[in-house]
């Protein structure tokens, strides 16, 4: 099956750059995603990326994707204290998603 | 719009004692309904999902068991709960190549 990595911990001051890694197996996932989750909160999907592109910027966050790498990364520029929350990527399978562990980011004022 | 309400929020319950939480989706039909878990400070684990009225793949065996006697209504149910089954509920529906997630139901086992 498919395996996706996370590292388990961010930390970054406010207002640098925040750049949360994911790499996994298996390649044929259509889209890969990424989505936030705050203390006590259900997922929110914060964006997407098609498979055959390399980079999606939606106003703060970037995407970057390595296909050759199966290398998946969100860049969260000027970051903010709301931004502190765990961050999943997840990868599509058919009918399901399979996430990675998450990332926890704190942002330290 | 689409909203997805999942119930009770919060929910402590004594090993041995039965369990079902519900989880319906409105604003949108024929949905895919999934149910996952998340224990605490780790990632997320499909337990079911199921693509049409009484259709449930299950992906971990275990006490759980879902059931979706109708459209929009997922329902994850236990017969007697186990202290490991303590974690964040989360049911979802996917759409467009999105999945959208509830509120979650906190369940805690003591």
């Known amino acids: 099956g498919e395996d996706v990595e996370q590292s388990l911990f961010l930390s970054v001051r406010e207002g640098d750059s925040s750049v949360i890694n994911c790499t996994y197996t298996d390649s044929s996932s259509t889209y890969l995603y990424w989505y936030k989750q705050e203390p006590g909160a259900g997922l929110q999907l914060l964006t997407y990326?098609?498979?055959?592109?390399d980079m999606k910027q939606d106003q703060r966050l970037t995407v970057l994707l390595n296909k050759k790498d199966k290398h998946l990364s969100l860049r969260i520029a000027d970051t903010q204290t709301g931004d502190s929350a765990i961050y999943f990527c997840?990868?599509?399978?058919?009918?399901?998603?399979?996430f990675g562990g998450g990332t926890r980011l704190m942002v330290k004022p | 719009s689409q909203t997805i309400h999942q119930w009770p929020a919060t929910l402590v319950q004594p090993v041995g004692s039965p369990l079902s939480l519900e989880c319906t989706v409105e604003?949108?039909?024929?949905?895919?309904l999934y149910w996952y878990r998340q224990a605490a400070g780790r990632g997320l684990q499909l337990l079911f999902y199921s693509v049409g009225i009484g259709q449930i793949s299950s992906e971990v065996p275990q006490n759980l068991s879902a059931s979706r006697p109708q459209d929009r209504q997922f329902i994850l149910s236990s017969k007697k709960l186990l202290l490991s089954d303590s974690g964040f509920y989360l049911c979802?529906?996917?759409?467009?190549?999105?999945?959208?997630f509830g509120p979650g139901t906190r369940l805690t086992v003591l």
């Open positions: 990326i098609f498979s055959n592109m």
């Open positions: 979802a529906w996917s759409g467009n190549n999105e999945q959208f």
């Open positions: 604003g949108t039909s024929n949905p895919n």
């Open positions: 997840a990868l599509d399978a058919g009918n399901m998603l399979t």
